[in-house]
């Protein structure tokens, strides 16, 4: 996933890891880049679930995520899509 700083990027402060249970830091899969991973621009879209959606958006928040797309409905359950500190597009569902 592109990043704009590798080093901000291994820390438990970013919004991909918001709704982790687990307490260890993210290491790999970053790459700096300006580039940004958004639908817009033809990247997959990540879905992460959760049992809990509004706590997760709540913690995606607290993270520093930007909410671009709040809690929908669509078939299969409901979800929201947010952007990571870097630009990154991810989306959280539940059922």
Same mark, same amino acid.
Request: charged residues 20%; proline residues 3%.
């Given at each position: ?9 291994t ?11 687990c307490?260890?830091? !993210? @290491?790999?899969?970053?790459?700096? =880049? ?8 033809? *990247?997959?879209? +990540?879905?992460f679930?959760t !049992? @809990?959606?509004?706590?997760?958006? =709540? ?8 909410i *671009?797309?709040? +809690? ?13 500190p ?9 059922e």
């Amino acid at each position: 996933m592109p990043v704009t700083s590798i080093e901000g990027s291994t820390k438990r402060t970013s919004a991909i890891n918001a709704f982790s249970r687990c307490s260890r830091t !993210s @290491d790999g899969g970053f790459y700096r =880049s300006e580039s940004r991973s958004t639908v817009e621009n033809g *990247s997959t879209l +990540i879905v992460f679930y959760t !049992s @809990d959606l509004e706590l997760t958006l =709540s913690k995606v928040v607290a993270a520093a995520g930007e909410i *671009s797309r709040d +809690i929908f409905s669509f078939p299969g359950g409901r979800r929201f899509h947010y952007n990571d500190p870097h630009g990154n597009e991810l989306a959280v569902w539940s059922e």
